[in-house]
């Protein structure tokens, strides 16, 4: 039995599914759960449609004459559809592996019951394993008090009421420069609030350095050490207070400040599931909570919060609940995750980073190449960034990789490729890329 059919979810379902177990799959909303209908699917599309529009207003440089206008309903119209596609084909893919769906909201009744409820009223589900899979939902500070028209969350974006003439977003993790990216590609002023002293604080300095030098090209205005204590509307607009007395008028505010894990509701108290002080669910490498037969997966299960992650904790979880880890099984490795911030330059990076290897006092081996020296980069009209690779000095074993620049959320593919399989740099090295590409780069960074 699953709960929730986000990618976690979803994923588990067709893999046990196909390993022989029969499996209900319980979701309240849509297949593809909040990943396709609020968070990266539709930011993805707005982000696809921004990154057109700035696309043509540099259509000078690349000898053309063109212009762009927005027009929202069409755009609502593609989100929907990209949204309806991937819903019935996801659905068709679980009818075809004999997953059955219920739609209702689900919640322990004991150990191994769980009740859905449905539209035709309360169904009882008997299961000898119970993964849940619920997911999280953008986190509230108590200072705001999100109305949908002004004060919004991320979920009011797709696309908003109106395009903001001005938009403080408030948050500067990955959400919160994709949307700053997002809502200046659709022509909206935007103030930037960055709690730290640089956007992504958790990225090298050097990387965000790249992204912060394009917001500032683009307009944006970057206040640092910024952390927001109130939010009020205003006859046309909002007006943002922060702790350090600065305040911020614009006509719209996002916020961006995380997400919370949703487990209440679950009656995980009654069965004896633990969970952290945050809600997220306690679970081990092999994401069983503190109840042997419940395991958690996905965002819910307080690890990286990323799509890929939990489709790969589905994969892996539905293995171990087959008994597949009497084989040799190997366990997810998070350090290896790539990922990517969907800005303009884009970045993107795996395993270890240059800053966190130096303050371990680590002995790496860094190289860096500059898009400026790739072909097809300058062909493209968009030299920014860079390709930097890790690797053990002793070994040439690589160790992780951040690239800054265009295509860099596909190019970090091949060093994720090289990190998992604990290639050398000589193997990309080696390899005879096409040109002109960008991927020439990785080669060049490798040498
Ligand atoms: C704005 C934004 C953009 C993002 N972009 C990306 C990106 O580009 N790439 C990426 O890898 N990650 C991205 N993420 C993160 C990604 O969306 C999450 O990590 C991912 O959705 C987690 O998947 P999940 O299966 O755990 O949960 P979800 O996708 O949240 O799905 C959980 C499902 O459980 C259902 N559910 C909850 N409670 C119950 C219940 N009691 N009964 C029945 N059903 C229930 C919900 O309806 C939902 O459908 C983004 C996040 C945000 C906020």
């Not at 529009?53 to 690349?62: F, G, I, S």
Request: charged letters at 20%; aromatic letters at 4%.
């Amino acid at each position: 039995m699953i709960i929730g059919g986000g990618p976690a979810g979803n994923m588990c379902a067709t893999v046990a599914a196909t390993l022989g177990a029969e499996v209900t799959l319980i979701e309240r909303e849509i297949v593809g759960g909040a990943a396709h209908l609020w968070d990266c699917i539709p930011s993805k599309a707005l982000i696809a449609t921004g990154g057109e529009l700035a696309e043509l207003r540099r259509a000078p440089e690349m000898g053309l004459q063109a212009e762009g206008t927005l027009d929202v309903q069409a755009l609502k119209k593609r989100i929907d559809s990209i949204q309806q596609h991937l819903h019935d084909s996801l659905r068709q893919l679980l009818s075809s592996q004999g997953v059955r769906l219920v739609t209702g909201t689900a919640r322990f009744k004991d150990d191994h019951t769980v009740v859905a409820e449905t539209t035709d009223g309360l169904e009882e589900l008997e299961a000898d394993f119970v993964v849940v899979a619920t997911g999280s939902r953008p986190r509230v500070p108590d200072f705001a008090e999100v109305d949908g028209e002004r004060i919004l969350t991320t979920r009011h974006c797709y696309p908003p009421p109106e395009i903001p003439e001005h938009a403080v977003v408030i948050g500067s993790g990955v959400t919160g420069v994709e949307f700053t990216h997002m809502f200046t590609s659709l022509g909206s002023k935007v103030t930037l609030l960055v709690s730290r002293q640089q956007v992504l604080p958790i990225k090298d300095a050097e990387v965000a350095a790249v992204l912060e030098e394009a917001f500032l090209e683009r307009g944006v205005a970057l206040l640092k050490g910024a952390r927001a204590s109130e939010i009020e509307r205003t006859a046309d607009g909002v007006r943002v207070s922060c702790e350090d007395a600065r305040v911020i008028e614009g006509s719209h505010a996002v916020l961006a400040v995380g997400s919370v894990p949703n487990t209440e509701g679950l009656g995980f108290d009654d069965v004896g599931v633990v969970l952290d002080d945050s809600g997220y669910v306690v679970v081990n490498h092999n994401c069983v909570s503190s109840q042997k037969h419940i395991y958690a997966i996905g965002d819910v299960s307080g690890k990286l919060p990323l799509s890929s992650v939990a489709a790969m904790q589905g994969r892996k979880i539905a293995e171990h609940l087959m008994g597949m880890h009497n084989r040799p099984h190997r366990n997810l490795d998070y350090d290896k995750a790539a990922s990517a911030v969907f800005t303009e330059p884009e970045i993107a990076d795996v395993g270890l980073a240059e800053a966190e290897a130096f303050a371990s006092g680590r002995k790496i081996r860094a190289t860096k190449v500059p898009f400026t020296a790739n072909a097809k980069a300058l062909i493209k009209g968009d030299p920014r960034g860079f390709v930097k690779i890790i690797s053990d000095p002793a070994t040439g074993v690589v160790l992780g990789g951040s690239i800054v620049g265009r295509n860099a959320a596909e190019l970090i593919g091949v060093v994720a490729l090289a990190v998992t399989a604990g290639l050398k740099v000589g193997d990309i090295i080696d390899s005879l890329l096409v040109h002109p590409t960008l991927s020439e780069s990785l080669a060049d960074a490798a040498s």
